[in-house]
């Protein structure tokens, strides 16, 4: 399954999928292409040092959020998408790009939603002072971070964490999870009902002394 992978940032959640093709861990995945919105960003320097092709489309240039879709629509249309990751792409995608890769689109989330979608989620789980956090793999719908949940991971806020803390905890979960879970849509293992989705052939439960749900 070809995929295509959309960042804006630094890139580390891309340069896990990538680290995890040669092991075997993405299954039947490849990664095809990378775009960004944002030009120079660390995500595109780590797809050109891989040698995967790159693309970079500013959403400043366009009028119309729908525009900007049709023009990332075109870029992985041309390079055979079949699955859309989102690793840190920090734009909110309309109709116009998710009615051409129908649930087809999987974005990270640093947060366990339905709690703190949107920007700074770490920051807003931190500040509100829960006693766990994580993150969460899902599909993408129109909403702000609303679409089915596919997988999450728990980490601990522990007393004595700063902010930082809690995000690299999380960080590190976001990496190992997002190969996981395109490993299993690849492989045909991931099913919908309505906001329900089913993972077959993955164990849930306690590991490591973590809660995940892959
Ligand atoms: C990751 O923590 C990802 O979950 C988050 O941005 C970071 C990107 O880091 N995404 C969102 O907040 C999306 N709403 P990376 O560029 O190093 O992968």
Known sequence: MKVGVLASGSGTNLQAL?????????????????GANVADCGALERAGKAGIPTFQRSHRDFAQREDFDHALVDELRR?????????G????????????FPRR?????????????????????????????????????????TGPVIAQAVVPVLDGDDEEAVRLRILAEE????????????????????????VR??????????????
Request: glycine share 12%.
């Open 18 to 34: 990538i680290d995890a093709g040669p092991r075997g861990e993405l299954g039947p995945a490849r990664i095809v292409v990378v």
């Open 79 to 87: 390079h055979g998408v079949g699955l859309v990751a989102l690793a």
């Open 89 to 100: 792409f920090m734009r909110i995608l309309t109709p116009a790009f998710l009615d051409a």
């Open 105 to 145: 689109v999987v974005n990270i989330h640093p947060a366990l939603l339905p709690s703190f979608p949107g920007v700074h989620a770490q920051k807003q789980a931190f500040d509100s002072g829960v006693r766990f956090s994580g993150c969460t793999v899902h599909f993408v719908d129109a909403g702000t971070d």
């Open 175 to 198: 990496h190992r999870l997002y190969p996981a879970v395109l490993r299993a849509i690849a492989e045909g293992r991931v099913s919908v009902d309505g906001r329900r989705v089913h």
């Open 201 to 214: 052939g993955t164990p849930v439960g306690l590991a490591d002394a973590r809660l995940r749900s892959l």
